[in-house]
């Protein structure tokens, strides 16, 4: 089935321009224009809703007039990348005759077939200077974050050879502690024995008073 011909005049009719700095709220315009002897509904979508605030998002055009959307970009930190992203759509009907009682249910209930639409980009512009700015401070923050990984190699480097370091001088430690310790066990236990051993004088003593003991008890 062919699409129907958008029968709204847009003003502009491709995109809407917005201009930085993107520090405070930027509003682009967009006129709604009906050339027609009919009534016709109006309703703005977009696929950031979160990003817009849309005044007014829908409502009717009479024949012949026409009505102004304020479309305002909310503040937000500005991202080169993200430039002409952002889309918007004006989806339109003729109303019917009468009065209308619900528009939401009146959109909600329209057929495929009778709906018109018309589809519009976002552009984000910066002023040359901004734009410099921006990439300036982009770059430096780069070349910053450069530095900062290699200071960060660097320590951790250093941190690795001192924990060799102090893993070596722990093993030669444990050496030295090793090689000292049997000598001493061996000195103490030289110098035990020689403290237990009793002089031959002793043993000669002893032999001599068994002795008288002995001749005193044969007499």
């Known amino acids: ?56 998002n ?3 055009i009479k024949p012949k007039e026409s009505v102004t959307v304020a479309v ?27 009065e209308i009682e619900s528009h939401d249910l ?13 589809k519009l980009k976002c552009v984000f512009e910066m002023p040359t200077t901004e734009v410099n ?8 923050a780069s070349d910053e974050n450069k530095k900062m990984m290699q200071e960060i190699c660097q320590l951790r480097d250093e941190n690795t050879q001192l924990k060799d370091e102090r893993v070596r001088l722990r093993r030669v430690a444990m050496t030295e502690t090793i090689s000292s310790t049997p000598q001493s066990s061996s000195s103490q236990s030289s110098t ?14 002893a032999a001599l008073l068994v002795g008288l003991l002995l001749g005193k008890l044969l007499l």
């Open 1 to 56: 089935m062919a699409k129907n011909e958008q029968v709204l005049i847009l003003e502009p009719g491709n995109e809407l321009k917005f201009r930085g700095p993107f520090v405070d709220v930027v509003t682009a315009n967009l006129k709604l224009s009906n050339p027609t002897a009919r009534k016709v509904c109006f309703k703005v979508k977009t696929t950031a809703p979160k990003r817009y605030c849309v005044r007014p």
């Open 58 to 60: 829908s409502g009717l």
């Open 72 to 98: 305002m970009l909310q503040p937000f930190e500005y991202d080169p990348a993200e430039k002409n992203k952002h889309k918007f759509m004006v989806q339109t009907m003729f109303a019917p005759d009468g």
């Open 106 to 118: 009146l959109w909600k209930d329209v057929s495929p077939e009778n709906l018109m639409d018309s």
């Open 133 to 140: 700015n921006v990439e300036v401070e982009l770059r430096k």
């Open 192 to 205: 035990s024995g020689q403290g237990t051993a009793l002089p031959p004088i002793v043993y000669l003593l």
